[in-house]
């Protein structure tokens, strides 16, 4: 199967407006009086960021939603998304792979109101790469950022943590008794598109590094220094189920794509509200103070003394 079939037999059907049907080495897109264009890029390999006996439609949707989660993060509407892939050849990477795969993306496409704009394709010597860039639009100068925080600025998360961190363990087969249900959140996380937060918090980013490592990205962006609180972070009780012989594993762990927001306090019912009226759970964890760096206290006020940060990609 060459390319340019390849291409028509899975892809083409995906693609939306300015796609030229993907017959094109280009595309197009429309922006409306005063939006601004929002892009981000987010790369899955094969044994790092997915397994390759993981269904094809779950990669295919996480592929898509971590990148949904960086417009989140920002604010934006996602509007398309470029697809590349770079494929090894004699593995199971089929025909018939490929079309679960379509389908895991159309199925999102569909929930999320985006479409294909168009992409590239090329051989791999091993393993299977993925990489989608995102494009989004946002009302000129309202994207949020991650360097607005001011010390007594509260900070806040999206959902519930832990989740995609036990999942992933328990996929690999290193802890027994996980709810299938957070090996489910690790392969399908709910990216919190469509919440409009600008006006209300004062920075912003998703969760997909760890909570200790992602605050410390904001943090030092503001020039702030962050305090979490262990006893107010929100965990399921099938997460809580494991505190006690996996809690640095939860309370680092990455893959969550919640978002983390700081929020003055003169603005803290504003941010409930609005996640209220979406139905997002939102819950404060912590404060913004002077200085710099993150630490996080435990039930009894002492800081918690951790081997790392977070995922570390070098």
């Not at 892009?39 to 949707?61: C, Y």
Request: hydrophobic share 40%.
């Amino acid at each position: 199967m060459g390319e340019f079939d390849f291409i028509a037999r899975h892809f083409r059907s995906l693609a939306g407006e300015g796609a030229m049907e993907l017959r094109n080495d280009g595309a197009t897109m429309r922006l409306s009086a005063g939006e601004e264009l929002v892009l981000s890029s987010d790369t899955m390999v094969e044994g790092l960021h997915f397994l390759p006996d993981d269904p094809a439609d779950t990669i295919a949707r996480k592929l898509l939603r971590c990148n949904l989660s960086d417009l989140a993060a920002m604010g934006s509407r996602p509007r398309h998304y470029m697809l590349n892939v770079s494929l090894p050849a004699g593995r199971h990477y089929d025909d018939g792979w490929f079309a679960q795969f379509a389908a895991g993306l159309a199925a999102d496409q569909k929930q999320f109101n985006i479409s294909l704009l168009g992409g590239d394709t090329t051989g791999s010597p091993s393993p299977l790469m993925l990489n989608v860039t995102i494009l989004g639009t946002v009302r000129q100068g309202e994207a949020l950022r991650r360097d607005g925080s001011r010390p007594g600025d509260g900070v806040w998360v999206t959902g519930n943590l832990g989740r995609a961190a036990l999942g992933l363990q328990a996929r690999l087969g290193r802890i027994d008794g996980v709810d299938e249900a957070l090996v489910q959140f690790y392969r399908v996380p709910m990216p919190r598109v469509g919440l409009s937060l600008y006006g209300i918090v004062s920075a912003a980013m998703d969760i997909s590094d760890g909570l200790v490592q992602d605050c410390g990205h904001i943090a030092e962006e503001s020039g702030t220094a962050i305090t979490l609180f262990e006893e107010k972070l929100p965990f399921l009780p099938s997460v809580k189920a494991h505190m006690t012989h996996h809690r640095e594993l939860i309370l680092l762990g990455g893959d969550d794509y919640e978002l983390l927001l700081t929020c003055p306090v003169e603005k803290e019912a504003a941010l409930q509200a609005h996640c209220s009226e979406r139905d997002v759970p939102v819950t404060q964890i912590g404060e913004v103070t002077a200085g710099s760096g993150v630490k996080m206290l435990d039930r009894r006020g002492e800081p918690i003394q951790f081997s790392r940060t977070g995922w570390q990609h070098f």
